[in-house]
């Protein structure tokens, strides 16, 4: 069922509690989905990045190969940040008089620890992996850190193309105001009969500046709408919620549910990893039996969300050999 998610749609999320499995299902589905010929990428957001530690081998900011048909890449926000950051710096500049330069620097080198800047960093790295993605690859799989904030960073988008779009309103009352009083500026100055501004008079610096600005912002509008787009077509993407069968999980997949069907996005899967295995012994039978009543709460909150479960293995899974093996899972 799993694996169907990964031959059908082009971008797929896979969120939950910390240590419920990610990573490891992430990483499995991906290898899946490449078994079958997809061309995949498999793509860590979390700061703490272990996909390198799962694959056993450095893997970075760049796409390495992991397998025949998978790639894997784990964002550094950090680089994204500063990427970010000189390239406002250098459009701020190129916008700004050379004298306030120094405060430009300044400015900049406070938005980096300001709030925000790392998850739109993070942001702008999905944004620019799933345009990649739609020309590079058959299907992207993000395998998200272990937060509450994987839901806001879904709701993104929306929010800031909604800010974008405020802003860009608000610069052109402003454009006109300021046209307004530059003309009458003019107005008098031609009364005064200084001025004669024909046709061919050339453009104001300023009315340039802004009309840069306002197609920056424009730009970044409508890259993020095209992320959006993609993300609420439940044709094209979808969200996977990983999860143990205990108590918090459940409670926790509920929120996460609600929260990302707020936002327009298609949960396609509930992945109960880890269940405890029958006929091993009393304890691990009365675990069991915990974990039946947990899941019959979370299918009767959930009903029509399809649910795989997983079984726990008896080792950790590190390296392509245990993940090919539990890729067999799926
Ligand atoms: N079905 C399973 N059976 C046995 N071990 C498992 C299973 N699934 C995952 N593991 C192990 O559980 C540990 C946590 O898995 P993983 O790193 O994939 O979780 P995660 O949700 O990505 O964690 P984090 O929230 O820290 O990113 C790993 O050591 C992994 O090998
Ligand atoms: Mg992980």
């Known amino acids: 069922m799993l694996l169907s998610l990964a031959v059908e749609r082009r971008v797929l999320f896979l969120g939950g509690k910390g240590g419920v499995g990610k990573t490891t299902v992430a990483s499995a589905l991906a290898l899946a989905a490449s078994r079958q ?22 893997i970075g900011d760049r796409p390495t190969r992991l397998a025949e048909n998978l790639q894997g890449l784990e964002i550094d926000p950090d680089a994204t940040t500063d ?25 900049m080198d406070l938005s980096r620890c300001s709030p925000g800047t790392h998850e739109a960093a993070v942001l702008e790295r999905i944004t620019e992996l799933v345009e990649e993605g739609m ?29 974008t779009d405020g802003l860009l309103r608000r610069r052109e009352k402003s454009q006109k105001l300021g046209a307004a009083m530059r003309g009458l500026e003019t107005g008098r100055e031609r009364d005064r009969g200084q001025t004669l501004l024909g046709s061919t008079a050339p453009r104001d610096p300023l009315e340039e500046r802004d009309e840069e600005i306002r197609s920056i912002l424009l730009r970044r509008r409508d890259r993020l709408a095209s992320l959006r787009e993609v993300l609420t077509d439940p044709a094209l993407s979808s969200f996977a919620i990983v999860l143990a069968a205990e108590r918090l999980p459940v409670l926790e997949t509920i929120e996460l549910h609600e929260e990302l069907t707020r936002t327009g996005v298609d949960v396609g899967a509930l992945v109960v990893n880890k269940r405890s295995p029958a006929g091993r012994g009393e304890f691990l039978e009365r675990r069991r039996a915990m974990e039946e009543e947990h899941l ?6 959930l009903p029509r969300v399809p649910l795989q479960q997983i079984p726990l293995g008896e080792q950790d899974v590190v390296g392509a050999a245990a993940l090919e093996q539990f890729a067999r899972l799926l």
């Open 37 to 58: 010929g997809r061309r995949a990428l498999v793509v860590s957001t979390d700061p703490a990045h272990n996909l390198g530690h799962l694959w056993g081998r450095r």
């Open 135 to 163: 020309r590079e690859h058959d299907l992207v799989v993000f395998d998200t850190a272990p937060s509450g904030h994987t839901a806001r960073l879904m709701a993104l988008p929306e929010v800031m193309t909604a800010w």
């Open 296 to 301: 019959a709460s979370l299918r009767t909150a």
């Open 83 to 107: 990427r970010h950051l000189a390239d406002v710096g250098r459009t701020l500049k190129r916008l700004m008089p050379g004298s306030l330069a120094g405060e430009v620097d300044k400015h």
